[in-house]
Nanobody, 118 residues
Framework: QVQLVESGGGMVQAGGSLRLSCAASGRTFSRYAMGWFRQAPGKEREFVAAIKWNGGSTYSSDSVKGRFTISRDNAENTVYLQMNSLKPEDTAVYYC???????????WGQGTQVTVSS
């Protein structure tokens, strides 16, 4: 069992940056691939970015490629999402997820709101 707690969301103007953090409980954090997903009002939850258990490979959606960077610190049981050049269409609730493979979550955090104003 893995418990995930996101932080770092907030409101920012277009072009700005935010850094999301996801703290995981449990000593098995380093066994899991970690990912970020988001859900905008009236839309389905979508994949944003993922990273393998050892940080050796990362994946991101076309909509955020070149702007968002996922990273992890297994010693701190934490995964990060650095978001730069934010756009109003990035506005959503962002969820941290853990799974045995990237993009296949088993566990979810409660979400953190990101709002980008134009």
């Amino acid at each position: 069992q893995v418990q995930l707690v996101e932080s770092g969301g907030g409101m920012v103007q277009a072009g700005g940056s935010l850094r999301l953090s996801c703290a995981a409980s449990g000593r098995t954090f380093s066994r899991y691939a970690m990912g970020w997903f988001r859900q905008a009002p009236g839309k389905e939850r979508e994949f944003v970015a993922a990273i393998k258990w050892n940080g050796g490979s990362t994946y991101s959606s076309d909509s955020v490629k070149g702007r968002f960077t996922i990273s992890r610190d297994n010693a701190e049981n934490t995964v990060y999402l650095q978001m730069n050049s934010l756009k109003p269409e990035d506005t959503a609730v962002y969820y941290c997820a853990a799974g045995l493979a990237p993009q296949t979550p088993l566990y979810w955090g409660q979400g953190t709101q990101v709002t980008v104003s134009s």
